[in-house]
């Protein structure tokens, strides 16, 4: 099965700003929206936003609402995730994975498939 591959993610001071980006390369992927997704430690894993296909449309979490950009850029493959006025807790692994449902922007866990392995966001105080 074909995975996602995060990238983008380390170190930064609180107020700070990082670019995640997530390479999703080949038909699996084609028609269907991508999305983020951030575990803290000792949390469940837990929505951040989600992009159609087409880039056209958008859903963000309440809380990263204003702070974080998501974008698409499908000659090459790439979802973005701007970071910015980071926060302590926006710490956690940001993983990407696609949504099962391709007209549908969905912020449940279990309507998306195909994760990657995560990239680290350490945000400090």
């Known amino acids: 099965q074909m995975q996602p591959v995060e990238s983008g993610g380390g170190l930064v001071q609180a107020g700070g700003s990082l670019t995640l980006s997530c390479v999703a390369s080949?038909?699996?992927?084609?028609?269907?929206?991508l999305g983020w997704f951030r575990q803290a430690p000792g949390k469940e894993r837990e929505f951040v936003s989600v992009?159609?296909?087409?880039?056209?449309?958008?859903v963000y979490e309440d809380s990263v609402k204003g702070r974080f950009t998501i974008s698409r850029d499908n000659a090459n493959n790439t979802i973005y995730l701007q970071m910015n006025s980071l926060k302590t807790e926006d710490t956690g692994v940001y993983y990407c994975?696609?949504?099962?449902?391709?007209?549908?922007?969905?912020?449940?866990?279990?309507?998306?498939?195909?994760w990657g392995q995560g990239t680290q966001v350490t945000v400090s105080s």
């Open positions: 080949g038909a699996p992927f084609t028609g269907y929206p």
């Open positions: 994975a696609r949504g099962r449902y391709q007209t549908v922007l969905i912020r449940r866990l279990s309507a998306y498939d195909s």
């Open positions: 992009i159609s296909w087409s880039g056209g449309s958008t």
